[in-house]
């Protein structure tokens, strides 16, 4: 699979706002959602949010619930990471999946990774 491409990305202030976009163009999904991650400096890559295929029903890591939102414009195909409220934590360099599930409350993604969209929140 040809991995997504992430954009919108770059640097704010805390309290301010970004919206990240994942293009899909082209592509044709099976999976159950497509899904957002972020991996920040020395951590491992962590889950931020989810929408299913099927229904668009919306999942949400606890740190991001309230100030992210994630929605998608079909006639796109396009996926849009909604950020308010931005904290210096939320730091990172931030992939979309086009193949996301769960199993209990842990979310895998099995496509390759993409180049993501860096997002820097300053103090």
């Known amino acids: 699979q040809v991995p997504l491409v992430e954009s919108g990305g770059g640097l704010v202030q805390a309290g301010g706002s970004l919206r990240l976009s994942c293009a899909a163009s082209?592509?044709?999904?099976?999976?159950?959602?497509l899904g957002w991650f972020r991996q920040a400096p020395g951590k491992e890559r962590e889950f931020v949010a989810a929408?299913?295929?099927?229904?668009?029903?919306?999942y949400y890591a606890d740190s991001v619930k309230g100030r992210f939102t994630i929605s998608r414009d079909s006639a796109k195909n396009t996926v849009y990471l909604e950020m308010n409220s931005l904290e210096p934590e939320d730091t990172a360099v931030y992939y979309c999946?086009?193949?996301?599930?769960?199993?209990?409350?842990?979310?895998?993604?099995?496509?390759?990774w993409g180049q993501g969209t860096q997002v820097t929140v300053s103090s």
């Open positions: 999946n086009g193949d996301t599930f769960s199993v209990g409350s842990r979310w895998y993604a099995k496509e390759d």
């Open positions: 082209g592509r044709t999904f099976s999976s159950f959602a």
């Open positions: 929408i299913s295929w099927i229904g668009g029903m919306t």
